[in-house]
């Protein structure tokens, strides 16, 4: 068994290859190691997979068809796990062509690959909560109208979701998008806010709290984000599931996240317990492209893969900010 991952040095994709390669399974990962935020992280993950057997990665860029190609070429690939994204709400502002390239080229990329690739079982892809925009009846379901995004990043994760479903309908490929929600937890992303409070925090630095502190965020650690994904690529598309409104397509969407939003004040808190330190704050109004609340409703993916995420804010970031002190010797 086999299983492609892209994004294999990201945070969610590096845990999902852990996770796979503890169970026996082969990988084959990619991922383009770029700059958005410190590549010596990604390299720092990857460093974990030296000498291991059932690993082999390879640095390439999703926008290159023949690089994705090279990368399986001679390999019976039995699942795809696409995770790879230029990520981040408020980059999308700053630097557009980066998420044409690698959400909107790079996912069509993926679905020709999948498209051609012989004995495939099943293709999950991720997709975010940010697609639901700034919508305020919580919590957010599958079936509410995501078409009023509010940044260009949740632009492209909903292009994905529809291309998805061409690309089911038309060639019968089993697609699953996974609406993540706020994924934290040890080897995450600098550009995350439980990371930068912490290092902040810990540094008696000034941490900022966007719209004065009065927003909900699902937070979901990560070792649940992986046990829901792994759920999903073994199980792959379930048809008698929620499936895409009757139309047929072997395509479905769900949330994934903890289902139990947090008050940011609240997050705050608990950061400085943990660090021990109280936080200097600079409270500043809502930035473009963000929203008041996430909140996942999980009955479908509770119902069609018994998904149940465990971990509390509180357990989730002692573990964070445990990893983060023993990472940077503070």
Do not use: C
């Not at 019976?76 to 990520?87: F, G, N, S, V």
């Not at 699953?176 to 706020?182: K, N, V």
Request: hydrophobic letters at 40%; proline letters at 4%.
């Amino acid at each position: 068994m086999t299983t492609l991952i892209t994004g294999a040095a990201g945070f969610i994709g590096f845990h999902t290859a852990k996770a796979l390669l503890a169970k026996g399974v082969e990988v084959v990962g990619i991922d383009n190691l770029n700059d958005y935020y410190d590549p010596a992280l990604k390299r720092a993950r990857l460093s974990h997979f030296d000498g291991e057997k059932g690993f082999a990665f390879h640095h390439a860029d999703l926008a290159d068809m023949q690089a994705l190609r090279d990368a399986v070429a001679g390999r019976k690939i039995d699942r795809i796990i696409h995770l790879a994204a230029q990520a981040g709400v408020r980059y999308s502002l700053q630097n557009p062509h980066a998420y044409v390239q690698s959400n909107l080229v790079g996912h069509v990329n993926m679905l020709e690959l999948a498209r051609h690739m012989g004995g495939l079982e099943h293709m999950a892809y991720a997709s975010s909560s940010s697609i639901y925009g700034g919508r305020t009846d919580l919590p957010f379901r599958e079936s509410d109208r995501a078409d009023t995004p509010v940044s260009l990043y949740a632009a492209t994760k909903k292009s994905n979701e529809l291309m998805s479903h061409t690309y089911a309908h038309l060639y019968g490929i089993p697609l699953t998008g996974l609406r993540f929600f706020t994924v934290y937890g040890p080897w995450g992303r600098p550009d995350m806010a439980y990371w930068s409070f912490t290092d902040r925090i810990l540094k008696g630095e000034t941490i900022e709290v966007f719209n004065h502190g009065d927003m909900l965020r699902d937070f979901t650690f990560i070792d649940d984000i992986v046990d829901g994904v792994l759920r999903i690529s073994e199980r792959g598309f379930v048809p008698a599931g929620q499936g895409e409104g009757g139309s047929g397509a072997p395509h479905a969407v769900y949330n994934i996240g903890n289902n139990h939003p947090e008050r940011l004040e609240d997050f705050v808190a608990i950061l400085e317990r943990l660090t021990g330190r109280k936080a200097n704050r600079r409270d500043l109004p809502m930035q473009p492209g963000d929203v008041p609340a996430t909140y996942a409703d999980i009955a479908a993916i509770r119902r069609d893969y018994g998904f149940e995420p465990t971990t509390s804010l509180e357990e989730g970031l002692r573990r964070f900010v445990t990893w983060y002190r023993q990472y940077f010797g503070v």
